[in-house]
C-alpha cells in the first residue's frame, strides 16, 4: 500500500527566511504524482505545487520549489521568502498516474513568526 | 472559471440521522472525488466518480455512498450518523485528462453529529 509520512508536526519560521518541509512516501508503482496541497484556515486545499515521477528536474512556483529524490523517496518543499500568508497546515500528497485517489500525509504547521 | 463548490458549509446533525451534501466541480470537470478529514484519522479518500460512475472506491462502510449527475455535480450521502462521522468532508474535481491532473478542491462542509 502507498503511504506518505510528514515527519514534522510543526514548524515555524521567521518572515522572509526560507524553510524546508519534509515528505517520504512508499510505492511500487512507477507512474506517479507527488502533490503539496496548502490549507490555510479557510479549510480549502490549495494546490502549491506538482512534481511527475518521470521528471528528474525539481518542480518550482514562484517562491516554491521541491527536492525530489526519487530512489530514497523524499520530497520535501522549500519555501523561499516566508510570507504571513504562507502560514497554513501543509499536505503532501501521492497519487498513481490515472488515477484519482490522493494519499495524504498526515500535514506540517507552517507557523511565519514577523 | 468559478471553483468547485460545495453545500452546505456548516451541517448539524444527530445520531441515526442521515445527511446529503453537495459538489459542483469547476466547468467541464468530470472527475468528483471525497474525502474525510478528521483531527485523528487525516485527510481519506472515499470515492471517486467519472461520468456517472463509481470509479475507485475508499475504505469505508456502506453508510457512506455517493452518486454522480449528468451534469458532473455529485452528492455524498451517510445513513445512520454516528459521532465518529463528525468531519469536514472534502470534494475535488479534475479534468477529462487524468493522468497527472491536478485536483483542484472546494472549502468543505463541515458535518458535526451530536
Known amino acids: 500500500a502507498q503511504t506518505v509520512t510528514q515527519s514534522q508536526p510543526e514548524m515555524s519560521v521567521q518572515e522572509a527566511e526560507t524553510v524546508t518541509l519534509s515528505c517520504t512516501y512508499d510505492t511500487s508503482e512507477s507512474d506517479y504524482y507527488l502533490f503539496w496541497y496548502k490549507q490555510p484556515p479557510s479549510r480549502q486545499m490549495i494546490l502549491v505545487i506538482r512534481?511527475?515521477?518521470?521528471?528528474?528536474q525539481n518542480a518550482t512556483e514562484n517562491r516554491f520549489s521541491v527536492n525530489f529524490q526519487k530512489a530514497a523517496k523524499s520530497f520535501s518543499l522549500k519555501i523561499s521568502d516566508s510570507q504571513l500568508g504562507d502560514a497554513a497546515m501543509y499536505f503532501c500528497?501521492?497519487?498513481?498516474?490515472?488515477?484519482?485517489?490522493?494519499?495524504f500525509g498526515q500535514g506540517t504547521r507552517l507557523t511565519i513568526n514577523p | 472559471k468559478a471553483g468547485v463548490t460545495q453545500t452546505p458549509r456548516y451541517l448539524i446533525k444527530t445520531r441515526g440521522q442521515q445527511v446529503t451534501l453537495s459538489c459542483s466541480p469547476i466547468s467541464g470537470h468530470r472527475s468528483v472525488s471525497w474525502y474525510q478529514q478528521t483531527p485523528g484519522q487525516g485527510l481519506q479518500f472515499l470515492f471517486e466518480y467519472f461520468s456517472e460512475t463509481q470509479r475507485n472506491k475508499g475504505n469505508f462502510p456502506g453508510r457512506f455512498s455517493g452518486r454522480q449527475f449528468s451534469n458532473s455535480r455529485s452528492e455524498m450521502n451517510v445513513s445512520t450518523l454516528e459521532l465518529g462521522d463528525s468531519a469536514l468532508y472534502l470534494c475535488a474535481s479534475s479534468g477529462e485528462d487524468t493522468r497527472g491532473e491536478k485536483l483542484f478542491f472546494g472549502s468543505g462542509t463541515q458535518l458535526s453529529v451530536l
Open positions: 512534481q511527475e515521477a518521470y521528471k528528474q
Open positions: 500528497a501521492y497519487k498513481v498516474g490515472g488515477a484519482q485517489k490522493l494519499v
